[in-house]
């Protein structure tokens, strides 16, 4: 599968140095919490769970985008990573489990980044952005392609 994921929406080039430097691709919503500790089904218990935590805000695209991450997204997975106005940085290539974890390394400003705790390990590859971005730009059902994340066909 390929996806394509907003590195962040107001730091994107602040978040792809980070998720370079460490390998890894990050959500946001981090107030929901570690998604394998609580009873979730679908994106809607998700969406739920959003509506508990935060007063505003979009609950749909969170429970999409996260359940998306946790539970759909694969080992093996291409990632074209967004930074903005359909710039397109990179592709990395999914290589570790849904991990959740609320610590930043130090070279990491915790506070322009706060919340993206949902984690997943990653490694570069040498495919070129534009061209996987070409062969893909199309949502699959049931997916926005203004989402933070999402899945392409």
């Excluded at 991990?99 to 070279?107: G, I, R, S």
Aim: a neutral charge; charged letters at 15%; aromatic letters at 10%.
């Amino acid at each position: 599968m390929v996806w394509r994921l907003i590195t962040h929406h107001t730091n994107p080039d602040e978040a792809l140095i980070w998720y370079q430097e460490h390998n890894l691709i990050a959500l946001g919503w981090g107030n929901i919490g570690n998604l394998q500790n609580q009873q979730v089904n679908n994106q809607h218990d998700i969406a739920a769970l959003y509506n508990q935590v935060y007063s505003q805000g979009n609950a749909g695209e969170c429970g999409r985008c996260l359940w998306d991450f946790w539970n759909v997204m694969a080992i093996g997975d291409l990632v074209i990573l967004g930074i903005g106005k359909g710039r397109r940085a990179c592709v990395v290539e999914v290589v570790g489990n849904y991990l959740f974890n609320n610590n930043y390394p130090p070279n990491v400003n915790a506070q322009m980044l706060d919340g993206y705790y949902h984690r997943r390990a990653v490694m570069p590859t040498k495919h070129e952005a534009n061209d996987i971005w070409k062969q893909n730009a199309l949502p699959a059902p049931g997916a926005n392609i203004r989402h933070a994340l999402c899945q392409l066909i």
